[in-house]
């Protein structure tokens, strides 16, 4: 069982950075950090293999970065240039392989960010 344990949200105006985390007490091939918005479907915003081959979506590309310090087993997203459409509730993830689907093993609480104009 790998327990994971989101922090780092916050609110911040639009143009604002943040950067959550993602203590997990194991560590699995792919770590990913999804995003749910209210009303919304989970989506999938970047993840990373043990190796570090890192991806993020189009939406967040060239604002988000992801990384992982695995000798400390954890994840890290960091948020620059935040939009209003970025608020949500924020989930770490892990499984034994990525993909973009919601359809990983484990997950953390989330962490809410909330972003204003």
């Known amino acids: 069982q790998v327990q994971l344990v989101e922090s780092g949200g916050g609110s911040v105006q639009t143009g604002g950075s943040l950067r959550l985390s993602c203590a997990s007490s194991g560590y699995y091939n792919c770590m990913a950090w999804f995003r749910q918005a209210p009303g919304k479907e989970r989506e999938g915003d970047a993840y990373?293999?043990?190796?570090?081959?890192?991806r993020v979506t189009d939406s967040v590309k060239g604002r988000f970065i992801i990384s992982q310090d695995n000798a400390k087993n954890t994840l890290y997203l960091q948020m620059d240039s935040l939009k209003p459409e970025d608020t949500a509730m924020y989930y770490c993830?892990?499984?034994?392989?990525?993909?973009?689907?919601?359809?990983?093993?484990?997950w953390g609480q989330g962490t809410q960010v909330t972003v204003s104009s």
């Open positions: 993830a892990a499984a034994a392989y990525c993909r973009w689907s919601n359809e990983y093993l484990y």
């Open positions: 990373i293999t043990k190796a570090g081959t890192a």
